[in-house]
């Protein structure tokens, strides 16, 4: 599933492309996404109007238009938004399409149908159901030690889980803690109420250190994620423990583990993460 770094590098991809445009007309093909497109809800808010920008919560890719609506785009796990000319053949699982002033498409083709497309009014956006319990966004200043400190409260459970949560930190997923947690040499399964504050500190770092160097190289392309020129992320062959069970861990050499927590598969290192 695209995980923040990855909306990010697509948001910023997207700018150039889209900022400025203005959308003629919205083509919905197959409705039957992870909640139902409202076909004619979509068309009324952005038929006709321009682009004015592209910002990011969490996961969710928002864009902005004239008037009084922003389009909300969740990429679910197989979706992706690309721009191509107007008279690129539709792609199978090419389930929502926006035609702009130049001839481009803006396209959202989703196999799995996990995704979401939707309408919502720009004026109270951050307090939607699928917002206001979010935590603070990550690369946005809002993540410290003081905070994850203060979010672990009286818990006890594992510190991956923990991470995972979005009302802790914002579009922090599996892939994105795992990495965090070797960088900051602390194990998964190590309780959030067995955690100092300078391990808390360096936990926040190494979060936001791991989705900074993650966007730099355009994100994580395990399946399916491109970005919005169609463009495949680097960041998997910098990857320290995700995915690499077996193989030596970068820092200490011994080797990358892999346990299940919570459904999810984990990989650390047991010799440098404590």
Not at 68 to 88: C, E, I
Not at 174 to 181: G, Q
Not at 234 to 263: H, M, N, W
Request: aromatic share 6%; net charge positive; proline share 5%.
């Amino acid at each position: 599933m695209p995980e923040l770094p990855e909306v990010e590098v697509l948001r910023r991809s997207l700018i150039p492309r889209l900022l400025g445009r203005r959308i003629v007309e919205v083509e919905v093909s197959n409705p039957a996404l992870r909640e139902k497109v409202d076909g004619a809800r979509l068309a009324a808010a952005a038929a006709g109007r321009r682009i004015v920008g592209l910002g990011r919560r969490a996961k969710y890719l928002l864009v902005d238009l004239e008037g009084d609506h922003s389009l909300v785009v969740h990429l679910g796990m197989s979706g992706r938004l690309t721009v191509v000319a107007g008279g690129a053949p539709r792609e199978k699982h090419e389930h929502v399409a926006f035609h702009l002033d130049d001839g481009a498409r803006l396209r959202f083709r989703d196999p799995r149908r996990f995704g979401l497309v939707l309408a919502l009014p720009t004026a109270g956006l951050l307090a939607d159901r699928r917002f206001a319990g979010l935590g603070p966004e990550p690369l946005a200043g809002g993540l410290t030690g003081e905070t994850l400190s203060r979010a672990a409260g009286r818990r006890r459970g594992a510190v991956k889980s923990f991470l995972l949560d979005g009302r802790v930190v914002a579009g922090v997923g599996n892939i994105y803690a795992c990495e965090a947690l070797h960088r900051a040499g602390i194990h998964p399964r190590r309780s959030v109420a067995r955690i100092a504050a300078r391990r808390w500190t360096r936990l926040a770092d190494a979060v936001r250190a791991t989705l900074e160097a993650a966007i730099a190289q355009g994100g994580t392309t395990l399946n399916d994620f491109t970005d919005g020129a169609g463009a495949s992320g680097y960041f998997q062959v910098s990857l320290a423990v995700y995915d690499r069970a077996g193989e030596p861990c970068p820092r200490c050499g011994k080797p990358v583990r892999r346990i299940v927590q919570t459904g999810r598969s984990t990989f650390y290192c047991g010799g440098c993460q404590r």
